[in-house]
Antibody
Framework: EVQLLESGGGLVQPGGSLRLSCAASGFTFSSYSMSWVRQAPGKGLEWVSVINIGGEITKYADSVKGRFTISRDNSKNTVYLQMNSLRVDDTAIYYC????????????WGQGTLLTVSS | EIVMTQSPATLSVSPGERATLSCRASQSVSSDLAWYRQKPGQAPRLIMYDASTRATDVPPRFSGSGSGTDFTLTISSLQSEDFAIYYCQQYNDWPQTFGQGTRVEI
């Protein structure tokens, strides 16, 4: 069974940093691209970032470019999202998702982890 | 970026009735279009991809159509678990944008 378990969310002050983790199981992690999608409270979905199977190709939404960094450790079946210079409008549930490749949909989603940016 | 526009924003339907949801792209996305269903308090779930292919374990009451810029998701006979928010997403180009969602309510 495919499982994606996010962790690392919490309350952070504006300007602060946080790292989210997503532990994957139930599939060959190194064969899939992984991405992060977020959802602000009561709002729709926003794609944030994606990383390819080897970790050498990454892409970001303009809203997070230069502040967020996605990475992966295939030996640990884990993908990360390092978030710096956090803003109030980064407040959201962050979902980890699996993709067969870049030009594919998110076929599995984790349950999400909540990031709150507030003073 | 490609803007995805869903209509209507809210669809009021009775159980057992048909629901038709629309999604329009600001430029062609070929057939690189997915639909997700999100129940309250849950993560989204993929229900349709490549515009018309049902995802794993999705029942046949769900069907998708369209290509280019105009897409439709049809639920032939609404069940209780189908009352949720539906999002379309294009994965033809970066950023892979979502529509704003259609809420299907009783």
């Amino acid at each position: 069974e495919v499982q994606l378990l996010e962790s690392g969310g919490g309350l952070v002050q504006p300007g602060g940093s946080l790292r989210l983790s997503c532990a994957a199981s139930g599939f060959t992690f190194s064969s899939y691209s992984m991405s992060w999608v977020r959802q602000a409270p009561g709002k729709g979905l926003e794609w944030v970032s994606v990383i390819n199977i080897g970790g050498e190709i990454t892409k970001y939404a303009d809203s997070v470019k230069g502040r967020f960094t996605i990475s992966r450790d295939n030996s640990k079946n884990t993908v990360y999202l390092q978030m710096n210079s956090l803003r109030v409008d980064d407040t959201a549930i962050y979902y980890c998702t699996r993709k067969k490749g870049g030009a594919n949909p998110c076929d599995y989603w984790g349950q999400g982890t909540l990031l709150t940016v507030s003073s | 970026e490609i803007v995805m526009t869903q209509s209507p924003a809210t669809l009021s339907v009775s159980p057992g009735e048909r629901a038709t949801l629309s999604c329009r792209a600001s430029q062609s996305v070929s057939s690189d279009l997915a639909w997700y269903r999100q129940k309250p308090g849950q993560a989204p779930r993929l229900i349709m991809y490549d515009a018309s292919t049902r995802a794993t374990d999705v029942p046949p009451r769900f069907s998708g159509s369209g290509s280019g810029t105009d897409f439709t998701l049809t639920i032939s006979s609404l069940q209780s678990e189908d009352f949720a928010i539906y999002y379309c997403q294009q994965y033809n180009d970066w950023p892979q944008t979502f529509g704003q969602g259609t809420r299907v309510e009783i």
